[in-house]
C-alpha cells in the first residue's frame, strides 16, 4: 500500500516535471527567434531591407517586427478558439508546427542581393505565421499549465513566464557568439542564419514531446463551448481588457532587454558583446525568479507582489535610460539589464495565475490569448519600432523612457482594479 502511494506520488511528480519541460520548450522556442530577430536587427535590415540611410533599413525592419504583431490578435481568436473547443493539446502542437515552419523559412532564405523583393516577402512571410503562432501559444500554454492544480496553479503557471527568460538567455547567448566568432563579413554571408537553423532543430523535439502530453483535468471534464470567442465578447470582455492592461509593462520591458544591444551599439557606441552580457543575466534572473514569486503568490496572493513590480517598473523608467546614456559603458549596461530582469521577475511571478483566474474553463485560452495579444501587440510588439522613432525625432536618447512609464502605468492601474474585485470577491464568498 505505501509502496504504490510513493509510486503514484512520484509518477505525479514525474508527469509534472514533464509538463514544465514541454511547456518551457516550446514557450522558449516561440520566443526565441523573435528575440534573436531582434537582436539581429542591424545585420537583417542590410540583408533584407536596404536603403540609403542605416536608419531607414532599421526603420523597416523594426517596422516587420512590428507588422507581425499585429497578427498575433487574430491568431489569439482561431487558436485560442481551437483550444477551448478541441484542447489545449492539440492547440500546443499545432503552433510548435507553425512556429518551427516560420523559422525554417527565415533561416534558409535568399537575401534581397539574391532575389530582390522577394527576399523581404518571404520574411514577412515567416515572420506572420510566427505571429499567428505566438498568438494561440500563451493562452493555450498558459491554460494548459494552470489546469493542472488549482493548489499550485500560480507557480505552474509561472513557467511559461520563466521560460521567457531561458529564451533571453539563449538568444543574448547566441548574439554573443556570433558577435564573438564571426567577422562582420562572415556574420552577414552565412552566420546570421545559425540562430534560425538552431530554432528548427529544437522544433521537433518540442513537438514530440507535446504530442505525448494529457489533456487537462479542467477541459476533459467540462462541456467545450461552441462558439468560444462570441461568448468571450458578450461576457468576457472586462477579462480580456484588463489581460491586455496587465500585459502592458511587461512586455515593453522584455523588449527594452531586446532593444537594449541594439540602443547600446548604435547609439553610444559599445560592443556588440558587451551588450549581450547583461541580456544574458537578466535571463538568468527571470528563470530562477519568476517560479519562487508564482510559488509564493499560491500562499500570500499575487497582486501584492504585481503591485510592487508596477510600482518598480514606473519609478525606474527614466532613470534606467538616463544611467545608461550618462554612464555610456558595459558595465552600466550590465546593471540596467539585470535591474529590468529584477524587477520584472517580481511582476511577472505571479501573472500567469492571476490572469487564468479572470475567465472560466470554456474561454480561458481565447481570453488569455486575445488578452495578451492585445497587451503585446500595443505596448511591445511596437516598442523597438516606437523607440527607434522618438530618438530620431526628438534627438533625445531618453525618450524611450516616456513610452515605458506609460505602459508601467497602465498595468499599475490594472493591478489596482484587480486586486479590487479579488477583495470584493473574498468579501461576498
Same mark, same amino acid.
Given at each position: ?19 514544465? *519541460? ?9 520566443? &526565441? ?35 507581425? &504583431? ?86 505552474? #503557471?509561472?513557467? !511559461?513566464? #520563466? ?36 530554432? *528548427? ?35 468576457? /470582455? ?33 560592443? +556588440?558583446?558587451? #551588450? ?55 558595465? +552600466? ?39 495578451? +495579444?492585445?497587451? *503585446? ?19 533625445? /536618447?531618453?525618450? !524611450? ?29
Amino acid at each position: 500500500m505505501v509502496a504504490s502511494v510513493s509510486n503514484a506520488s512520484n509518477e505525479a511528480r514525474g508527469y509534472e516535471w514533464r509538463i514544465i *519541460v514541454a511547456s518551457s520548450l516550446g514557450n522558449a522556442l516561440e520566443w &526565441f527567434d523573435f528575440i534573436i530577430f531582434g537582436f539581429l536587427a542591424a545585420t537583417m535590415a542590410e540583408l533584407f531591407f536596404p536603403a540609403g540611410d542605416r536608419n531607414t533599413s532599421l526603420l523597416l525592419t523594426f517596422a516587420t517586427f512590428g507588422v507581425t &504583431f499585429l497578427l498575433r490578435p487574430l491568431g489569439a481568436m482561431l487558436l485560442g478558439s481551437y483550444a477551448d473547443r478541441r484542447g489545449r493539446k492539440d492547440a500546443l502542437v499545432l503552433c510548435i508546427g507553425l512556429m518551427t515552419a516560420g523559422s525554417a523559412i527565415i533561416g534558409l532564405a535568399p537575401t534581397y542581393e539574391v532575389i530582390g523583393i522577394g527576399a523581404p516577402l518571404l520574411v514577412l512571410l515567416a515572420r506572420s505565421l510566427q505571429g499567428l503562432s505566438a498568438g494561440g501559444e500563451f493562452g493555450a500554454t498558459l491554460a494548459f499549465m494552470a489546469e493542472q492544480s488549482g493548489r499550485r496553479r500560480g507557480y505552474l #503557471a509561472s513557467w !511559461p513566464l #520563466a521560460s521567457q527568460g531561458l529564451t533571453t538567455i539563449l538568444a543574448a547567448g547566441c548574439g554573443a557568439a556570433l558577435a564573438r566568432g564571426f567577422s562582420p563579413e562572415d556574420l552577414k554571408a552565412w552566420g546570421w542564419r545559425i540562430p534560425f537553423l538552431i530554432g *528548427v532543430a529544437i522544433g521537433p523535439i518540442a513537438f514530440y514531446i507535446r504530442a505525448r502530453l494529457v489533456e487537462t483535468p479542467a477541459f476533459r471534464s467540462m462541456a467545450p463551448a461552441q462558439a468560444p470567442v462570441r461568448s468571450l465578447m458578450t461576457s468576457g /470582455k472586462l477579462g480580456v481588457a484588463l489581460c491586455a492592461g496587465l500585459m502592458a509593462a511587461p512586455a515593453v520591458m522584455v523588449y527594452v532587454l531586446l532593444y537594449l544591444p541594439v540602443y547600446a551599439t548604435t547609439q553610444l557606441g559599445l560592443r +556588440a558583446p558587451d #551588450a549581450f552580457l547583461g541580456a544574458m543575466v537578466a535571463g538568468a534572473e527571470q528563470l530562477l525568479l519568476i517560479p519562487i514569486l508564482g510559488r509564493l503568490s499560491d500562499r500570500y496572493g499575487g497582486g501584492i507582489f504585481m503591485l510592487c513590480g508596477a510600482v518598480l517598473m514606473l519609478a525606474i523608467a527614466y532613470p534606467l535610460f538616463a544611467w545608461i546614456a550618462f554612464k555610456a559603458t558595459a558595465a +552600466a549596461l550590465m546593471l540596467a539589464q539585470t535591474t529590468i530582469g529584477l524587477v520584472s521577475s517580481i511582476y511577472l511571478g505571479p501573472l500567469g495565475g492571476v490572469i487564468a483566474k479572470r475567465f472560466p474553463p470554456q474561454t480561458r485560452t481565447s481570453g488569455m490569448a486575445l488578452g495578451h +495579444a492585445i497587451g *503585446v501587440t500595443s505596448f511591445g510588439g511596437l516598442a523597438p519600432l516606437i523607440f527607434t522613432l522618438l530618438i530620431a525625432t526628438t534627438g533625445d /536618447k531618453l525618450s !524611450p523612457s516616456i513610452f515605458v512609464a506609460v505602459a508601467a502605468g497602465v498595468s499599475l492601474a490594472c493591478v489596482m482594479v484587480v486586486r479590487r474585485d479579488d477583495a470584493r470577491r473574498e468579501a461576498t464568498a
